[in-house]
């Protein structure tokens, strides 16, 4: 069981390249998540994902671009990368309903250049 | 979604009770209160999520007064490995964004 797997786990992008962070989930769960975090701070949410096909934005939305085709991905998109998206990007996926706890990937660390 | 407040920084000693709490004062009726663990360099874990009164798992407990506008997680003798950060959450789990977290708490456990 393999819980929710980050592609890739580093990446060192151009200012104004783009590149997709994919997100894999084996656990059948309806909500999926995607959170930044730059150094010494919290979690922001990013965009999130409350079933197959859905996408709502979260706290920091601007500059970035979701998709979820399938129940068991949550793609996130740079567009245009730019050097304030350097940051540490985590996924996390979660049941609907009552008393559910988070699952998290292992991170994605992103340099813009 | 209801704001939490939570000191920034703990420190504490080996074998020592830690016990972080957090403010929530506008919480909403279907709220749940969740807590964190994040160590460096790692994703968060879950340890423990209450509704009212107190839980406990093998990892910690959790009290929350009758008012809720507050909740406690308390660590029974911590230990080095302890070291982390932890936050609170407070969310309604059907909404299926309460996922948004604060700044947390930095939990410094020294020998």
């Keep these: ?113 | 979604l209801a704001k939490t407040t939570q000191p920034i920084s703990m420190d504490s000693y080996e074998g020592q009770e830690v016990n972080i709490t957090c403010s929530h004062n506008n919480i909403a009726t279907n709220d749940y209160i969740t807590w964190y663990q994040q160590f460096p360099s790692q994703g968060p874990r879950f340890i423990i999520q209450g509704y009212k009164t107190k839980v406990t798992n093998e990892v910690a407990s959790l009290f929350i007064p009758a008012d809720r506008k507050s909740s406690t997680l308390s660590l029974p003798r911590v230990s080095l490995s302890d070291t982390a950060v932890y936050y609170c959450l407070v969310g309604d789990p059907n909404a299926g964004n309460m996922l948004t977290f604060g700044g947390g708490t930095r939990l410094m456990v020294k020998p």
């Design chain 1, 1 to 113: 069981n393999a819980g929710v797997t980050q592609t890739p786990k580093f990446r060192v992008l151009k200012t104004g390249q783009s590149m997709t962070l994919l997100c894999a989930q084996d656990m059948n769960h309806e909500y999926m998540y995607w959170y930044r975090q730059d150094p010494g701070m919290g979690l922001r949410l990013i965009h999130y994902s409350v079933g197959e096909g859905t996408t709502a934005k979260g706290e920091v939305p601007d500059g970035y671009n979701v998709s979820r085709l399938k129940k068991q991905n949550f793609l996130l998109g740079l567009e245009s990368a730019a050097p304030s998206q350097t940051s540490v990007y985590f996924c996390a996926s979660s049941r609907q309903g009552r008393g559910p706890e988070a699952f998290f990937g292992q991170g994605t660390r992103l340099t813009v250049v």
